[in-house]
């Protein structure tokens, strides 16, 4: 009896300890997700993905974010008809009431073993500095109501995230996107994620891809707040098609380059340095360096580095950096080396504080390796080995740039003033 009564005693302990962990799990799971999307332990496991119901949602952002926007999602099933209703005021979901509507497009994925569609929806002639709520609906069903913010015209201010590498640790990836998601509840000013690259392992394996997508759903705050990407192309995502799937081709096809335009006085130049850093490419920098070269503050964002913290440098060197330099480039973000850097201004080879500032280097969730900080361009500058994510406050007067840790916790701050352009 005294057996019987002690397995009893186990069970009911058991169970109160899963009750207990569930309970946490819808706690700290995004508020709408119901119990299909929380493992047994109550831990976020994403939107499921059944039939024509949207998941792995993400909202794009190109050139013009103040007037346009690419609303994604991925569906289980071929849907005959996709697309999203929204509204400058939120209708909590009743469909007949938000005043726009447009059409998706729609496709598989490049993938032979997993039968994915994805879904495009372009929001065009938005209002700049406008909230705007939507829903997502394929073949009558509906995702809850979502919302995000369109860029700025004029002269304002504001705030972006930038960081890269989030692939391979899928633990340290999720407690990243937990972080951008603190971040943007706690900074409504802050706008979009630049992405330096390498989401994943393998660019080219689907499964890879449905994972990362599943765990960007933890950048979406509590009342469904989006956090737009600005993406960029990494080496692990070679020159496969799924990229281009996903992000619905930024840039023109096999390319993946193109500059965005925040306000009238920030410009992000989004370079690819996996293709060619010179020809069609080096001349599409110097033409939107050139044409831009009365906007106050500019920079760049590409994946392989031109000053790494840990490998050798890339193509960026030769062919990016004197027209970086040529140009007044204020801040150059790279990512590809798995750890936290900023060097010195740099000038023709060498410290000069007219020169341009490397920031960078990927700590979205992949283990960090070692950095090199006896080379000469990290006098006066910062290495370390700690996931983590930058963030922009862009001025009038200041563009300023914090290095924010997985714990929350500002590892660096670097301050630029406007140049005389």
Not at 223 to 245: F, K, M, Q, T, W
Not at 246 to 251: E, K, L, Q, R
Not at 252 to 265: M, R
Request: hydrophobic share 35%.
């Amino acid at each position: 009896m005294r057996k019987l009564n002690n397995q009893r005693t186990a069970l009911i302990a058991a169970a109160f300890v899963v009750g207990l962990a569930v309970l946490i799990g819808a706690l700290v799971a995004p508020k709408g997700l119901g119990a299909a999307d929380r493992n047994p332990d109550g831990s976020y496991t994403g939107t499921q993905l059944e039939g024509t119901t949207p998941a792995q949602w993400r909202m794009i952002w190109g050139s013009d974010p103040a007037h346009n926007a690419t609303m994604s999602w991925t569906t289980a099933a071929d849907p005959k008809s996709s697309g999203v209703f929204y509204d400058t005021q939120s209708h909590n979901g009743e469909l007949a009431k938000y005043a726009h509507h447009v059409d998706a497009k729609t496709g598989r994925y490049s993938d032979d073993e997993w039968k994915l569609w994805y879904n495009h929806a372009e929001l065009t002639g938005l209002k700049p500095d406008t909230t705007y709520w939507l829903v997502m609906v394929s073949d009558g069903i509906a995702s809850r109501e979502f919302h995000f913010k369109t860029a700025p015209d004029g002269d304002a201010e504001f705030k972006l995230l930038y960081g890269g590498d989030s692939r391979s640790d899928r633990d340290g990836r999720r407690t990243m996107n937990r972080r951008m998601r603190t971040l943007l509840e706690e900074d409504p000013e802050i706008l979009a994620l630049a992405h330096g690259g390498d989401y994943v392992r393998e660019g080219d394996e689907l499964e890879d891809w449905v994972e990362w997508m599943t765990d960007h759903e933890l950048t979406v705050t509590e009342d469904g707040r989006l956090l737009p990407v600005i993406p960029a192309r990494g080496n692990h995502e070679a020159s496969g098609p799924i990229y281009d799937e996903i992000w619905n081709t930024p840039g023109k096809k096999d390319c993946n380059f193109y500059s965005t335009k925040i306000g009238d006085e920030f410009l992000l130049i989004t370079l690819n340095s996996n293709i060619s850093a010179g020809g069609n490419q080096a001349d599409f920098l110097e033409t939107t360096l050139k044409d831009n070269a009365k906007v106050r503050w500019q920079c760049a964002n590409y994946h392989r580095p031109a000053y790494p913290a840990v490998k050798s440098p890339g193509a960026a060197l030769e062919h990016w950096v004197p027209l970086f330099e040529k140009y007044n480039l204020d801040i150059a973000f790279e990512s590809d080396g798995h750890t936290l850097k900023r060097t010195c201004a740099i000038r023709g080879g060498k410290p000069d504080a007219t020169g341009v500032v490397y920031i960078g280097e990927g700590g979205l969730g992949v283990k960090q390796r070692t950095p090199k900080p006896d080379r000469w361009y990290f006098k006066n500058g910062v290495t370390a080995s700690t996931l983590h994510v930058q963030k922009l406050s862009v001025k009038k007067d200041s563009l300023t740039v914090e290095s924010i840790t997985d714990k929350g916790e500002v590892y660096d701050t670097y301050t630029a003033k406007p140049r005389k352009r």
